[in-house]
C-alpha cells in the first residue's frame, strides 16, 4: 500500500515479489550477522507523514541502532517488478528516509539512492552501509533455490573479503 497526495495505490505482491523481499533481507541480515552490525528490521511497517498526504509500506527496511520510536526506517528496500502508479522515492523522500535500495528484478541489480536536499540522487553504494557490496550480494538474489543454501554461500563469500 503506498498514498501520495490523493492517490492510493494498493497492490497484491506475487510469489516472486515476496521470495526475492524476503531472501534480500536474509541475505542483508547474514551480512549484518557477520560484521556484527546492530541493523533492526520493521519488515513492512506502515509509514506515515503530514497528515495523511503520504504513506508506504517498505518491502523490507531498517534502521541501525535504536531510534526515535515511530521514526521513519533509515533505510528503505523496495522489489520491483512493473512500474508503480505511485512515484514511491516521492513518499519516501516526504518521510525523511535516508536510503532506498530498488531491487530491479529484470536486471538482477540494486540501484542506490541517496535522500540529499529533499531529494534522491542515485549513489554507488550505501553510505549507510559503506562496508557491504551489494554486487557481492545481488547474485545470490536466486528465488526457487534453497534459501539456506544461498545464505551459506554468500556467508562463505563474505569470509573471503577484509573485514569492514
Known amino acids: 500500500m503506498t498514498y501520495l497526495e490523493g492517490t ?3 497492490m497484491r505482491p506475487s510469489e516472486l ?3 526475492e523481499g524476503k531472501l534480500i533481507a536474509r541475505l542483508l541480515e547474514a551480512w549484518a550477522d557477520e560484521f556484527n552490525v546492530d541493523l533492526r528490521g520493521f519488515k513492512s511497517a506502515t509509514f506515515r507523514k503530514e497528515a495523511g498526504k503520504r504513506g508506504t509500506e517498505p518491502d523490507e527496511c531498517y ?3 535504536p531510534g526515535p520510536k515511530d521514526a521513519p526506517p533509515q ?3 523496495e522489489v520491483i517488478l512493473s512500474n508503480p502508479l505511485v512515484d514511491k522515492l516521492e513518499v519516501y523522500a516526504g518521510l525523511e528516509v535516508a536510503e532506498v535500495w530498488l531491487w530491479r528484478t529484470a536486471t538482477r541489480t540494486f540501484v542506490v539512492h541517496r535522500l540529499a536536499a529533499a531529494r534522491y540522487t542515485v549513489v554507488d ?3 549507510l552501509l559503506p562496508a557491504l557490496d551489494l554486487v557481492l550480494l545481488a547474485p545470490f538474489v536466486r528465488p526457487g533455490e534453497s534459501h539456506t543454501a544461498l545464505v551459506n554461500a554468500f556467508r562463505a563469500s563474505l ?3 577484509p573485514a569492514p
Open 125 to 127: 553504494r550505501s553510505q
Open 17 to 19: 515479489h515476496e521470495e
Open 159 to 161: 569470509r573471503t573479503q
Open 75 to 77: 533505510l528503505a528496500i
Open 8 to 10: 492510493l495505490e494498493l
Open 63 to 65: 534502521t541501525l541502532g
